[in-house]
Nanobody
Framework: QVQLVESGGGLVQAGGSLRLSCAAS????????MGWFRQAPGKEREFVAA????????YYADSVKGRFTISRDNTKNTVYLQMSSLKPEDTAVYYC?????????????????WGQGTQVTVSS
């Protein structure tokens, strides 16, 4: 049984930073790409960032490029999302997902497992 548990969300002022973590269990973590998606109220879940199985390749949505950094520690079965220069429009529930593949993808349907989400709220 795969479990993904996100943490690190919270309330932050615009321009601030947060680091999200996602701890995985139940599957060989180092074999699969991981991704972060987010969903704001009334909107569809959207891609934020993804990372290859080894950490050797990363992908970002244009809206977060240069502000967010995805990384992973395969010794800890954990993927991170460092978020800086946060904007009110970054407010959403952030979900981590584990891909069916080894290489990162922006497509929602390529992710087999999801965490429960963590709320990020950026005040103006």
């Amino acid at each position: 049984q795969v479990q993904l548990v996100e943490s690190g969300g919270g309330l932050v002022q615009a321009g601030g930073s947060l680091r999200l973590s996602c701890a995985a269990s139940g599957r060989t973590f180092s074999s699969y790409a991981m991704g972060w998606f987010r969903q704001a109220p009334g909107k569809e879940r959207e891609f934020v960032a993804a990372i290859n199985y080894s950490g050797g390749g990363t992908y970002y949505a244009d809206s977060v490029k240069g502000r967010f950094t995805i990384s992973r520690d395969n010794t800890k079965n954990t993927v991170y999302l460092q978020m800086s220069s946060l904007k009110p429009e970054d407010t959403a529930v952030y979900y981590c997902g584990q891909s069916r593949n080894s290489y990162g993808t922006t497509r929602y349907r390529d992710y087999l497992y999801w965490g429960q989400g963590t709320q990020v709220t950026v005040s103006s």
